[in-house]
């Protein structure tokens, strides 16, 4: 069977692997699209399957966060930073939480603990001017909105930043033998491509 075949074989395939995806990457999508109330529910079912699962449990704090049930999603998102104390993304989020509620203490503690896991410079220079916000005593609401928008702004970029560099490692690997690069960049002339048919 040749290559052309194979591809052929897998493009066929992807719309049934899709339909089988699990409850929690649905969460993510949902997440990842803004849609937080089904966010919140694919983490819940994943959770309802298996309630040993920290990456739901921290993506349904992350939705009830985004949803505005502060309480719920400190709760949540407390309950994972007792099991993984280095969950960074439970960290993060529940710092914004504690900071929308003006626990500007508690805020600290946690931004101070994400800091400690090492992320990228440019989201530890983020949570450094951050900390002197909150430092410098009760914020308005719109401080508020601006410094957790600002660290969740960081974060995402981080977060592309590193989903990019995956793609580019799996699609210019020499001798990679299915696909072409996501983006055709014309000076990646010393890399063979093959490409599907059309």
């Known amino acids: ?3 052309p075949a194979v591809a052929l074989g897998i493009l066929l395939a992807m719309p049934v692997l899709a339909g089988c995806a699990t409850p ?8 990842g699209q803004e849609r ?4 919140a ?4 079912e994943a959770l309802a399957r298996d309630p040993g699962r920290l990456d739901a449990r921290a993506g349904l704090g992350v939705a009830r966060y985004k949803l505005g049930a ?4 400190a709760e949540t998102l407390r309950q994972v930073i007792a099991q993984a ?4 993304e439970a960290r993060l989020y529940l710092a914004l939480t504690y900071i929308d509620k003006g626990e500007n203490s508690l805020a600290e503690e946690q931004l101070t603990a994400f800091r400690d896991l090492k992320p990228h410079p440019r989201i530890a220079a983020q949570i450094d001017r951050a900390l002197k916000v909150i430092r410098s005593g009760p914020l308005s609401d719109d401080v508020k909105r601006l410094v957790t928008a600002s660290l969740v702004d960081g974060v995402e970029w981080e977060r592309q930043v590193r989903e990019a560099e995956r793609v580019q490692r799996v699609y210019v690997e020499p001798g990679f033998p299915l696909y072409g690069p996501p983006y055709w960049y014309p000076y990646w002339y010393r890399y063979r491509y093959r490409y599907l048919p059309p």
């Open 1 to 3: 069977m040749g290559r």
């Open 24 to 31: 929690y990457a649905h969460g993510r999508a949902a997440l």
């Open 36 to 39: 937080y109330d089904e966010a």
């Open 41 to 44: 529910g694919h983490f819940s």
């Open 70 to 73: 502060l309480d719920e999603g």
């Open 85 to 88: 104390p280095r969950h960074a």
